[in-house]
């Protein structure tokens, strides 16, 4: 199992496409993302969901952290029954956020990576991108990473995704 | 847990929309396009993953099989770990996927659904949404539902997917 | 030249694509979502662009009228150079949205088509589509008919779109 | 009207997205993935239409280039009527496909910019970014500018859209 932690616009999902494409194995990608997707259409921009403030906040309620949870073991589950799995995640409470995923993968084998990127860098890809609420790559890109540690860094300032992939495969492999 | 089957555009993902929004608690949605969506892009169109025949056809090889038996793991262990779940499937294989859903689930309570949609009626939605591979609707409209049990079946084929949902959300209350 | 016009979530877009289907020469699709797509994203919810209330209202300014006028210039000018062209629209305004192609098309051959849906219906696509503001479909489904003149009318309330779309076509042809 | 040429994963539309938002005057925007969208579904893969190999080539026919031309007018027009627009374009034929737009345009003022981007990098953000044909970003890195004349050019190896947006726009203001 690998799990990325970066901010939003920090290139994660490409580095994820990257990896499923130069690993030799098959692996499953998962992440916040598609997390969100499964939530109900009415969490979202609900108090008790998820919220995205107009500054780039993004605030999670009760019902979110639950549903989160079960999420989280289940995908520990599906590396525990022998798929190869990789995560990307938004720490948006560094150590906390990690503790929760530590909790659920128990001691299945981890490779922690930090994707790192610096935050006009990341703000002016938010932009580039259009689909993003604009603020989130600014107010996340360091907040996410404090605290937290990782078995492996990547900085994608300078860095193309495919090269911190690389970087990332040659430590699985 | 609700595990819906159905053929392409039978209305199964309208469906688990409308039901993620009557259903007063939350509900979280996955289903074999998600999961497809997690497997790497070389997976899709090889001989070991999934590959789509220019007249409609599906066919899923031995990797393919070997990653779902664990994201249906992983799904039946969120159920566990006390999340709502709902699934949308398409059983291919009949009663022999409806069998891998059973391995997975275990003990845990599950409402089976079929959701029947009339091959031609399936077939111009198909033309109409524009997104799915010509010929799907009609090859599956029927062979999916050999042989598999439910405990309640619905029809989109002159009915609303809201209207399916309520008959539904009325056995899960 | 075919302008279809109808309430969000009436079906004008599938329509639109088996009209595409059916039809034996190649017909270009435009319409009001790809316009908005062609807008700044800063355009969108701004009192000066177009902007989507709460309840489903719809609010465009001034900058929003003086590019749509542009753009359905630009349209009308396609078919003109020999193009065939298929529009789908939202009148809010009514008889005043029909004025404002009527003044781009000129002399210009058009079929003008109504495509109605039962609000209640509409309503519940909307709910299964979960892609669209809700409350967009009950208020629109009316009031962008009222008092506009069309060639043909069809509705989607029982009807797929690929019928609606074969009765379009046979006036074409 | 600004016209940008460059080969697929270049960086173009998110070149694009930024100048909409640093240009103080609403542009509209549009470009070749807008005009193949609007092109009915069965000419994509079909040799009339425009077809993509497996190696990453795209080989465009008869029906594909008239249709293109009576679009290249509508575009002109929407400029002529008063929009600002900005295009992106992948220039296939090189200077042909140039002159083709010369041609729609006639007097209309516009500033021709060159997007360039290492084969390689470019092919690294095609695997990143999973949602083109491989091979595509290294076939067109070249060709398409060759025999091209351009008021300005940008190099997106290095450099993020936003900065090369901005060097557009200083050249707009």
């Known amino acids: 199992m690998i799990i990325l932690n970066g901010g939003s616009s920090s ?5 994820v496409r990257c990896l499923q494409d130069l690993l030799p194995d098959p ?7 598609s997390f969100v997707d499964a939530l109900p259409a009415k969490m979202r921009g609900s108090g008790e969901g998820i919220e ?6 993004v605030e999670v309620g009760a019902d979110f952290r639950a549903l989160e ?6 995908v520990a589950e599906m590396a525990r029954a022998g798929a190869r799995v990789v995560v ?5 409470g560094g150590p906390a956020s990690q503790q929760r995923w530590q909790k659920a993968i128990g001691a299945l084998d981890v490779l922690w990576v930090g994707v790192r990127c610096d935050g006009t860098v990341a703000t002016a890809r ?9 603020g989130m790559a600014a107010l996340q ?3 996410v990473h404090e605290g937290v540690l990782y078995d492996l860094e990547v900085n994608t300032t300078r860095t193309e995704s495919l090269t911190c992939a690389r970087t990332i495969a040659a430590r699985v492999g």
């Open 11 to 15: 290139g994660k999902s490409g580095i």
């Open 27 to 33: 692996w499953l990608a998962f992440g916040v993302d």
């Open 141 to 143: 890109a360091q907040v």
């Open 126 to 134: 938010e932009l580039a991108r259009g689909d993003r609420g604009r």
């Open 88 to 92: 990307d995640d938004v720490f948006l």
């Open 52 to 57: 995205f403030t107009a500054d780039g906040g």
């Open 69 to 74: 949870a079960a999420w989280m073991e289940g």
